[in-house]
């Protein structure tokens, strides 16, 4: 596969620019792109007078916003897509400690890295992606959404719940109001799951999380912290992990 990319010098996308390199050929300097690349990634960053857009929009190829690209990529994949905006870094860190710690391979994309890890890219079932709200054209199978933003609008989330495939499952956090109040409206005909900061006890400021294999010792947390391990629960359950595994890894986590 020939895959151009028209990015910034300092663009977020480089890691995945590494990664594809080792399956894919990659381009970037304008001589380079010619009638036989199969696609162009455009950082959306970029003016629509950049020289180089131009260029691929005289020789008529397929240009695609990194969130199109990243769809078109993993289409025969469960895409996994987390956004929101307080906590998800928590609950990719979470969900990706999981499936390392149960031994489960996984494909993911990040849009900052965690202990080092940002893309990295095998022939797995799931592949887990790293949003915002305006990612809806990664057209999510599972989708979590930890929390809205105050400056996030209303219509810029049920877009991006409405693209969710039909069928699909969105996680989503019922203490945010504003959030369950767009789901509850939304009427894609998906499952949706809500959660909340599950059940737990403080002793000598350590938090203690009841489950139902007995009391886990989880260190000095914030009640936030809490929840987003119940969010990073329902997408690992959804990525084929059940909670008895779920919660060995997290007794097990140490950011």
Known sequence: MNIHFIVAP?????????????????????EEMT???????????????????????????????????????????????????????????RVLHTMAFNNKPLSYCLQQPIIGQQVHLEDTEFVLIEAD?????????VALITDIATTDSRDTYNAFISAIIKGGILIYNEEDTTLSSIVEANENPIRKMEYHTPDFETHNDEIYLITPEGDLPLGKLSAASVGYIEAAKWVCQNMAIDEA???????????
């Open 245 to 255: 595994d779920f919660y060995e890894a997290m007794a097990d986590y140490h950011l």
């Open 35 to 93: 009638s036989n690349t199969d696609c162009v990634v455009v950082d959306p960053h970029l003016s629509e007078h950049h020289p180089d857009l131009l260029q691929a929009q005289e020789l008529g190829l397929k240009l695609l916003s990194p969130a199109e690209f990243l769809y078109e990529y993993f289409k025969d994949k469960t895409r996994v897509v987390i956004a929101g905006e307080k906590g998800r870094q928590e609950v990719l860190a």
């Open 133 to 141: 709200a305006q990612s809806a054209a990664l057209r999510p199978i």
């Open 10 to 30: 300092s663009t977020h996308l480089r890691p995945l620019m590494k990664e594809l390199s080792s399956k894919h050929h990659i381009t970037t300097l304008p």
